[in-house]
């Protein structure tokens, strides 16, 4: 069983920025797809950023020009650099690897 663990977030003021990362137990770190996730209450888990074992990476609408999802294979961990946040933002974060194991999650909460 993959462990999978988030951390970074935290309550930020609206044009601020949070740094979240995920690191996974194991060796195949390299090898798995990565991918953000987010909730917010009563909402519905939204996909948000995800980047693949060979780096390429894709975003929801609502995170492009404001996100940036990156991995770095040596400390096993993916990162998703937040800027211009919004109060809309606020949510759990979630990640996701291959396609499978899920984290915890961590709050982030923007205020206006």
């Known amino acids: 069983q993959v462990q999978v663990r988030e951390s970074g977030g935290g309550l930020v003021q609206a044009g601020g920025s949070l740094r979240l990362s995920c690191t996974t137990s194991?060796?195949?770190?390299?090898?798995?797809?990565m991918e953000w996730f987010r909730q917010a209450p009563g909402k519905d888990r939204d996909f948000v950023a995800g980047?693949?074992?060979?780096?390429?990476?894709t975003y929801a609408e609502s995170a492009k020009g404001r996100f940036s999802i990156s991995r770095d294979n040596t400390k096993k961990t993916m990162y998703l650099q937040m800027s211009s946040l919004r109060p809309e933002d606020t949510a759990v974060y979630y990640c996701?690897?291959?396609?499978?194991?899920w984290g915890q999650g961590t709050q982030v909460t923007v205020s206006s």
């Open positions: 996701r690897a291959a396609d499978a194991y």
């Open positions: 194991g060796h195949a770190f390299s090898q798995y797809d």
């Open positions: 980047i693949t074992w060979s780096g390429s990476s």
